[in-house]
């Protein structure tokens, strides 16, 4: 690259003179520096086993839930954002919320239609919401961050069908309430310890807010789950 | 080359001093609105002028309108608020001064999508979650009765109301500027802004919604009373201004027909999603309500 540059400058001061011949040795890389990617981008990926590769997005996943679990600020979920997580966690959580009672096919609980709308299109306007405020955040990373964070009350739902194997008294609703308000909290904390910081500080609020909407009408789906007898 | 102070970024200092001042002055200039009365009202057109609109924006630092309606940059201009904005506004929303026109005193040219539209879901979830609490709180007693989310309840009140706020506002807007002729001294308001008083004044049925819940007859209509007083009184006090110069008729007409709808909203949130404790309550649309296992509370009730 130097040598390109020193070849440059007398070049320009006395045109005619120089002859580009074979004796001016121009070298150096033409290639665009390459980001800190890692290296298996450069591979390709057409040759490994299908487990392999089924093993890396998996991994993705797990290390994605991980960071939601515990919420410090890492970058992790916005940098490599993925809908895999999100579309694992709605499906499992819509499947755990069939089979309640219901004396007619209105009467019960959500079906597992009206669940994947609530948790896509929620989380679809609550991205156009904060993208509208003028948020600095993309649209699928909103969409992966406010899927991951439904894994606590993804757990909850697990907790609260094991409750109900058991008991279906008032004690096993008070159990019921404490967990679901539990990870309701701790979803809000954690979608809003990965959003917030990409807001207006005088909006804060208003992008908050429908967050919390949404996880509270997931939580109070999951509390007012009520088994066939 | 130029001198590194010519290329450094220059601050107006005055222009935005005097926005900091009074943001919510009218930048528009006289000249455009022949029709301006001295309190200052100017219609707000949402056609693309483009002087006023790329002076407001350069002062104000927002874009205003700006491109068609396909472009995203046209919707962000209807989420240029802030925190505290949406916060005053709900309040004015709750305590209805007759001197304070809602639109003239707090939306000041700057109407919101942001408000109606969350005021609308959170009170669509409300009325569903504390109708389902108050028929479990109302049946408690029923041996008999096995607790059920009624989860269908979300999509009936979701349709009702989102269809009061945005076609009702549509019908009003329509009938003011139908109504509007050059001799009028206040013009009509825009669509925006009417979808704005209409979803700002639905805020108090939240709290009325939830307090629904405690099962006394009396009360909930009580606070019903109370809730159209002051959701009604802000529809009247933005509105009147504007129809006053009509007819008499066609102003007490349009104004009985807000005020009415208005109530019609209320009671029928009331009748379908809540039961009060007597046995007579009868809900309107047995189709989709559990109408066998109210049937057997309300005999066993009647004991």
Redesign the interface.
Known sequence: MAEVEDVNKPLFAGLSDVSIAEDIPVEGEIAVPLSSRSADDEISTLDEPVKDTILRDLKAVGQKFVHVLYPKKSSALLRDWDLWGPLLLCVTLALMLQG?????K??????FA?VFVIVWFGSIIITL?S????GTISFFQSLCVLGYCILPLTVAMLVCRLVLLGSNGIVSFVIRLVVVTASFGWSTFASTAFLADSQPP?????VV??VF?FY??IG??IL???PS? | MASPDDLKFQEFEEAAGLLAADPGASTLSISNSSTAAPSGDVKLDLSDDEDNQQESSELLGGEKQTGGFWT?EY??S??N????Q?LDRIKASVMPLPGRNFIKHHIRNNPDL?GPF?IC??LV?SVA?SG?LSTFLSEMGNPRY???????RV?IAAVAVFLYAWLVPLGVWGFMTWRQNAERQISAYSFLETVCVYGYSLFIYIPTSILWIIPFGWLQWLLILVAMVISGSVLVITFWPVVRDDTKTTAFVSMATIVLLHALLAIGCKMYFFQTAEPLAVLPDST?T?A??NHTALTSKAH
């Open positions: 309640g009672s219901a004396d007619s209105d009467d019960g609980g959500p079906q009206e919401n993208k509208l405020l003028g005088n909006r804060k609020a208003l807010y429908p909407l509270f009408v109070w789906m007012t789950f009520s007898h | 995203f919707y962000q209807f989420f608020v802030d925190t505290m949406v942001y969350w879901a959170t979830f979650i389902n096995h607790y059920r989310p009624q989860f269908h999509t989709v559990p066998p296992l």
